[in-house]
C-alpha cells in the first residue's frame, strides 16, 4: 500500500469510545436540535496514514516468501493436532488453537478430533468435562448439558467438592455462557462458579488471580475474537509448555490477514473520498475507520474481506442518514424522505431539498452496486429485499423522530421494537447474508421477510448495550429516551441503577436465546449464525465499559488492530478486554 493512501475521518471530541452504527452516543458537533443546520459547526478533521503510526516494523504483505511460510507452518501445526491421541491434551489444542485465532484453518481437523475425543464427563474430571462441552458447542455440535449431572448432588446443587479444584470451576464459568434457553442446570452453574471464583481470589496466586479476574470481567464466549487472538498470542508466548510451531503460524497469520485488513481500510476510504457525501452534505458523521472496526468484530475471518468492504460501505451511508434524521433534517422533509424512499424511484426525489437529494442518490447507487455485486457473484437478484432494510430502517427512524418532536416516552416493549430495527442490526445481516452467499437461494432470500429472530435477538443486544453504555451523555444532550427512561417510566421506577440492573437480567436471558437460536437455527448457514453471535459479542466489548476514560478510542484500536504488528508485544487495555 502505497504511503500516500490518508484515511481520513471526523475527530469526535469528547468521546472516548466507538459510536454504535446505530443512532447512539452523538459527538458534541451534532447536538441534537431539530430543524437546526449544522452547517454553521466545523468538525476538526484528522488524517490517518500508515507511515504516521509508530509501526515497529513493516506488515507482511503476501508475497511468495510469506505463502510459502505459512503453508510450511500450517502442515506442521496440523500435524501437532492430528497427531495428538490424548483426548484432554486434544481438547486443549483445540482451545489453544481458537484462541490464537486460526481455527478457520484447522476446521476439518478439529471436527475431525472433537468426533474422536470420547467423553470427558465424569465426576472426577470437572475440568475437562466443561472444555470438551464450550468446545462442542462453540464449534456448532449438539450436545446436552445433561453432562454435568455428574457433578450434582441428591439435591440438584453442585457438590460442595468441586470448588477445591479452581481450573475446574474456571472451565464450568466459561461452559456455563454457552448455556441455552431452559437449561437450568447452566444458570446455577454460571451463578455458582462465578460465586465461588470471587470468593477464592484472596487465596490465589497473582498469577492464577488474574485470570480469573479477566474471565470474571470478559467470558470467553463473549469477546472479540480478533483481540484475543492479539492477547492470546502475547500470553501464549509467556507459556513454558507453548508449541512454537502453533504460535509462529497465529503471528505470521495474523500480520499477513492485518495487511489485507489494511488494503481493504484503503480501499473503502477511497470510495468514501470519492462518493464526496460529507463534503457536499456539510454534516453526518465519517466513518470509514469505525464502520470497518465493527466489521473486523462480526467477520473476523480473512475469507469474507469482500463482505467487509460492501457491508462497511452500506453502514457508512447508514450513519449519515442516522445523522440527518436525528440531528439536520425538519420532521417534514425527513417524511417526504421516507416516502420517497418507500417509492424507491429516482422520480421521487423531485420534492426533496437539494442535501437529501444527494443522500437518496448516494443510497440508492450503492444499493444497486451491491445488489448488482450479489447476482454478479452468487446468481441471485436481491435488490428488492436491500431496499425493503432500508425502507424498514428510516421508517424506524422516523418513528424515532416523532417521539422526540413530541416528548413522547414509548413502553420499554414498544421501544425495543422498533430500536433492534433503527440500531442496523438487521439490516447489516441481511445484507451480510447475501454478500456471503453461502447456499444462497430464493428460499433464503425469502426467509428475510419478517427477519429471523437470530438477527433481531442479537439486534436486541446491541441496542440494549448501546443504552447501557451511552446513556448519560445521551440524556445530558436531551437525547430521545432509550430503553432505560422507558423501563423507569413504565414501572414507575426512580432508581437508574435499579433499571440498568433489570436490564442487564434482560441482556443475560437474550445471550441464553441468542445461544438457542444459533444451535437450532438450522435453516441459516452456521457462518451467519456464527456472525450473529458475533455482533453481540462486538457491542458489548464496545459498550460494556460505558464512559470510562480507560476504555480505547475508535484511533487506539484501529491503531492497534489495522496498524500494529502481532510482534510488537502490544496488548489492548485489559480493562478492556482480554
Known amino acids: 500500500m502505497s504511503s500516500s493512501t490518508i484515511i481520513t475521518a471526523i475527530a469526535e471530541p469528547g468521546v472516548s469510545s466507538f459510536t454504535s452504527f446505530g443512532y447512539r452516543n452523538r459527538p458534541p458537533l451534532l447536538n441534537k436540535v431539530r430543524n437546526l443546520s449544522c452547517k454553521t459547526s466545523t468538525p476538526t478533521i484528522m488524517?490517518?496514514?500508515i507511515n504516521s503510526l509508530p509501526l515497529t516494523h513493516k506488515v507482511p504483505s503476501q508475497t511468495n516468501s510469506t505463502i510459502t511460510s505459512l503453508e510450511q507452518l500450517k502442515i506442521r501445526s496440523q500435524k501437532v493436532l492430528l497427531n495428538s491421541s490424548d483426548?484432554?491434551?486434544?481438547?486443549?489444542?483445540?482451545?489453544?488453537?481458537?484462541?490464537?485465532?486460526?481455527?478457520?484453518?484447522?476446521?476439518?481437523?478439529?471436527?475431525?478430533?472433537?468426533?474422536?475425543?470420547?467423553?470427558?464427563?465424569?465426576?472426577?474430571?470437572?475440568?475437562?468435562?466443561?472444555?470438551?462441552?464450550?468446545l462442542l458447542r462453540h464449534?456448532?455440535?449438539?450436545?446436552?448439558?445433561?453432562?454435568?449431572?455428574?457433578?450434582?448432588?441428591?439435591?440438584?446443587?453442585?457438590?460442595?467438592?468441586?470448588?477445591r479444584d479452581i481450573w475446574g470451576m474456571l472451565s464450568l464459568y466459561e461452559a456455563s455462557y454457552f448455556g441455552a434457553q431452559g437449561e437450568?442446570?447452566?444458570?446455577?452453574?454460571?451463578?455458582?462458579?462465578?460465586?465461588?471464583?470471587?470468593?477464592?481470589?484472596?487465596?490465589?496466586?497473582?498469577?492464577?488471580?488474574?485470570?480469573?479476574?479477566?474471565?470474571l470481567k470478559h467470558p470467553r464466549h463473549q469477546r472479540m475474537s480478533r483481540l484475543e487472538a492479539r492477547n492470546y498470542m502475547v500470553k501464549y508466548s509467556k507459556e513454558s509448555n507453548q508449541i512454537l510451531a502453533l504460535l509462529e503460524f497465529a503471528r505470521l497469520e495474523y500480520d499477513t490477514v492485518q495487511s489485507m485488513h489494511q488494503k481493504e481500510l484503503a480501499e473503502i476510504s477511497r470510495w468514501w473520498k470519492n462518493l464526496g457525501l460529507i463534503e457536499r452534505l456539510g454534516f453526518g458523521r465519517d466513518g470509514p475507520r469505525e464502520c470497518f472496526?465493527?466489521?473486523?468484530?462480526?467477520?473476523?475471518?480473512?475469507?469474507?474481506?469482500?463482505?467487509?468492504?460492501?457491508?462497511?460501505?452500506?453502514?457508512?451511508?447508514?450513519?449519515?442518514?442516522?445523522?440527518?434524521?436525528?440531528?439536520?433534517?425538519t420532521l417534514d422533509e425527513l417524511i417526504l424522505f421516507t416516502e420517497a424512499i418507500q417509492r424507491w424511484d429516482l422520480d421521487a426525489m423531485g420534492k426533496l431539498p437539494e442535501y437529501m437529494k444527494i443522500c437518496y442518490m448516494a443510497l440508492y447507487n450503492t444499493t444497486h452496486e451491491i445488489a448488482y455485486n450479489i447476482q454478479k457473484d452468487h446468481g441471485q437478484t436481491v435488490v428488492a429485499c436491500l431496499k425493503?432494510?432500508?425502507?424498514?430502517?428510516?421508517?424506524?427512524?422516523?418513528?424515532?423522530?416523532?417521539?422526540?418532536?413530541?416528548?413522547?416516552?414509548?413502553?420499554f416493549g414498544e421501544y425495543l421494537d422498533n430500536g433492534v430495527i433503527s440500531s442496523g442490526s438487521c439490516l447489516a445481516l441481511v445484507h451480510a447474508t447475501f454478500?456471503?452467499?453461502?447456499?444462497?437461494s430464493k428460499e433464503t432470500i425469502s426467509m428475510m421477510s419478517p427477519y429471523p429472530r437470530l438477527f433481531s435477538c442479537s439486534g436486541e443486544i446491541l441496542r440494549l448495550w448501546d443504552d447501557l453504555g451511552t446513556s448519560k451523555e445521551e440524556q445530558k444532550r436531551g437525547d430521545n429516551a432509550c430503553s432505560i427512561q422507558c423501563l423507569m417510566k413504565e414501572n414507575d421506577i426512580s432508581d437508574e441503577t435499579f433499571a440498568r440492573k433489570h436490564i442487564r437480567q434482560v441482556l443475560g436471558n437474550l445471550w441464553s436465546e441468542l445461544n438457542s437460536l444459533v444451535m437450532a437455527t438450522t435453516t441459516l448457514p452456521f457462518t451467519i449464525r456464527k456472525a450473529s453471535l458475533n455482533m453481540a459479542r462486538t457491542s458489548q466489548f464496545i459498550y460494556q465499559h460505558?464512559?470510562?476514560?480507560t476504555m480505547p478510542t475508535v484511533n487506539d484500536l484501529v491503531k492497534l488492530l489495522i496498524f500494529t504488528p502481532s510482534k510488537s508485544g502490544e496488548e489492548s487495555n485489559t480493562n478492556c478486554v482480554v
Open 388 to 411: 425493503k432494510t432500508w425502507i424498514d430502517l428510516l421508517e424506524a427512524y422516523l418513528i424515532e423522530a416523532k417521539w422526540f418532536n413530541k416528548k413522547y416516552v414509548p413502553a
Open 139 to 163: 464449534n456448532g455440535w449438539s450436545t446436552s448439558s445433561d453432562v454435568f449431572n455428574n457433578f450434582l448432588d441428591k439435591s440438584g446443587n453442585f457438590k460442595e467438592s468441586v470448588t
Open 546 to 549: 460505558g464512559d470510562d476514560q
Open 293 to 329: 472496526l465493527w466489521m473486523l468484530g462480526i467477520f473476523p475471518e480473512p475469507c469474507y474481506s469482500n463482505c467487509r468492504i460492501e457491508l462497511a460501505k452500506a453502514i457508512c451511508i447508514l450513519q449519515v442518514l442516522d445523522d440527518m434524521f436525528d440531528t439536520y433534517g
Open 184 to 215: 437450568e442446570v447452566l444458570q446455577h452453574a454460571m451463578e455458582f462458579s462465578m460465586a465461588h471464583l470471587h470468593q477464592s481470589l484472596p487465596l490465589l496466586s497473582p498469577y492464577v488471580g488474574k485470570v480469573i479476574v479477566e474471565a
Open 47 to 49: 488524517q490517518l496514514s
Open 435 to 440: 454478500l456471503i452467499g453461502d447456499n444462497l
Open 87 to 134: 483426548s484432554l491434551r486434544t481438547l486443549e489444542l483445540i482451545d489453544t488453537i481458537q484462541r490464537l485465532g486460526i481455527e478457520h484453518h484447522f476446521e476439518e481437523e478439529i471436527n475431525l478430533q472433537l468426533g474422536r475425543v470420547g467423553d470427558c464427563n465424569n465426576a472426577k474430571d470437572l475440568f475437562a468435562t466443561s472444555l470438551q462441552f464450550r
